[in-house]
């Protein structure tokens, strides 16, 4: 278990660190509080697709989070799910998102799927 810990606390330094790592400001705005904090952002990416193990291009913007450094520490005062996330505003590069999909990936981390907020 002290590899994974180490690994994941390597990751999460590659990641979330804005001045030499993939990071750049994320900011949520929840029913409760609004908080900043970092995470990794994608306009598109590769993804398999598992019914037909071919990679496919997505257009869907997704923001990659470590959830730990987003709700134990209590910034958001609650955790990265599906039902709560739903009402979020995430804005990144100055443009207001709204969440698709919560996608957690076991180790931590999680990738919310976003669409354009509309206004």
């Known amino acids: 278990m002290a590899f994974l810990d ?5 990751l999460r330094s590659l990641l979330e660190d804005e001045q030499n ?3 750049e400001p994320v ?4 029913d409760t509080t609004t908080h ?7 306009l ?8 037909t193990g071919q990679k496919v ?3 869907t913007p997704r923001v990659s989070l470590y ?17 709560n996330a739903k009402t979020w505003r995430v804005t990144i590069r100055s443009i207001v998102y709204s969440v698709k999909t919560v996608q957690p990936d076991g180790t931590g981390w ?3 799927y976003l669409a354009r907020a509309k206004t």
């Open 67 to 83: 959830g730990p450094s987003w709700s134990e520490s209590g910034a958001l005062g609650e955790e990265i799910t599906a039902e």
């Open 6 to 10: 180490t690994v994941a606390d390597d």
């Open 27 to 30: 900011t949520i705005d929840s």
């Open 36 to 42: 900043t904090g970092s995470g990794v952002f994608d």
């Open 21 to 23: 790592g993939f990071a």
């Open 57 to 59: 291009q997505s257009k």
């Open 110 to 112: 999680v990738m919310l």
């Open 44 to 51: 598109t990416f590769q993804e398999v697709n598992v019914q």
